[in-house]
């Protein structure tokens, strides 16, 4: 074994984001609009989760979707067939929203008569961390084949979002994934977060995670 | 089902990276060590693989890994143990390394004495993509659980890329995954990528990408 080392490398410094995000999110509640900003991994199911979830609370909520994406106009398609009011938002090769790109987005949907409305970032742990989009809540899914050590990879996802998800649970025997250790290592960065897993493919866990939702965007409505 | 739309948002310029991307590459090149950029979606194996191809190259080669991540150690000291010599880059939350940030990261670690550099990149398939790191070749793992229509989502990264290693192919029959669709969707976008199915956790496929491999770092150390 040869000795390795750590070094840092600076980073740019972004301009005011957080004022126009603090701005949006006013809008969006005198509105009674309840804007969740979903965040995650390519491939860990953002975007079946998000089928599920309307199928679940389509009958009592109107729902809208802002799918971010680099390119490809799939995952709009997608969550316009199981029924919500969908935009496809190209970011030109950006990985990440930030509050502005949310807010040109919400405008080409029209939030009229919508009460809750899904932000599917960009697929990626980082960058969307960065930037407050506006959003009420946020949320990320980390799925089961990713891995349980992923905390301590990409810690300020893990530490600013509300709830996590974990996705894929129904593969959990084929992954060498431990549950508890995943919650220790979330709860450590995040004590308050809300954990609950779920398969997207089964359909296990969606009740809670729309029990979550509901209960969310009543509070956010009656504020 | 209700209309959707796509609207574009601008993304900024970025400096003169491709010029500084040459110098090194040819300065690496004057020095007979083969730089590879290895990229994937978190999770998706990439410090198995890196394990796996250390263990069968080891004995013929003198390999050096530069793991780049916002935060953690764990990589480095994983391949370490291996037997490379390894450099943890943090990156202070920037989603990818340039040119400048990857011969930062080769100073501090070295290269004397180096056959080959792995530079395993920050887990994601946008930011990486959109820099010339100065490395010889790029590669890119995409693990069967993420999904067979990532060529879709992400088609900057699949072009770009010289070797594809489709991993986690030992959970195939878990996952709807179609293998000939991927490949059609990689070929049509590079129709001179190689692809490779492997199984970092069995051990499939490894011989091949080290073939691929072996045979890289000979030309490049005769060009």
Chains 1, 2 share one sequence.
């Not at 995650?40 to 729902?63: H, W």
């Not at 060498?176 to 089964?202: C, H, Q």
């Amino acid at each position: 074994m040869e000795a390795f080392r750590v070094i840092e490398i600076k980073q740019s410094v972004f301009d005011n984001n957080d004022r126009k995000a603090g701005e949006l999110r006013e809008e969006l509640r005198r509105g009674g609009v309840f804007m969740l900003n979903l965040m995650s991994s390519p491939g860990s199911g953002k975007t079946t989760t998000l089928v599920r979830t309307i199928e679940a609370l389509k009958g009592e909520f109107a729902i809208g979707i802002l799918e971010a994406d680099i390119d490809s106009d799939v995952d709009a398609r997608t969550v316009a067939l199981a029924g919500a009011r969908a935009v496809q938002v190209h970011t030109a090769g950006m990985c990440h929203l930030d509050a502005d790109m949310t807010a040109q987005g919400l405008e080409a949907m029209g939030t009229d008569g919508l009460d809750i409305v899904v932000l599917e970032n960009i697929g990626n742990l980082i960058c969307t961390a960065e930037f407050d989009t506006g959003a009420a809540k946020n949320a990320m899914i980390l799925s089961v084949p990713e891995g349980d050590d992923k905390p301590l990879k990409y810690p300020a996802m893990f530490s600013m979002a509300d709830v996590l998800l974990v996705n894929k649970i129904d593969a959990m025997s084929f992954f060498d994934f431990d549950m508890e250790k995943l919650v220790d290592r979330v709860k450590k960065l995040n004590p308050g977060i809300r954990i609950i897993p779920i398969s997207a493919k089964t359909g296990e866990g969606i009740g809670e995670w729309a029990d979550w939702l509901r209960a969310e965007t009543k509070k956010w409505k009656q504020a």
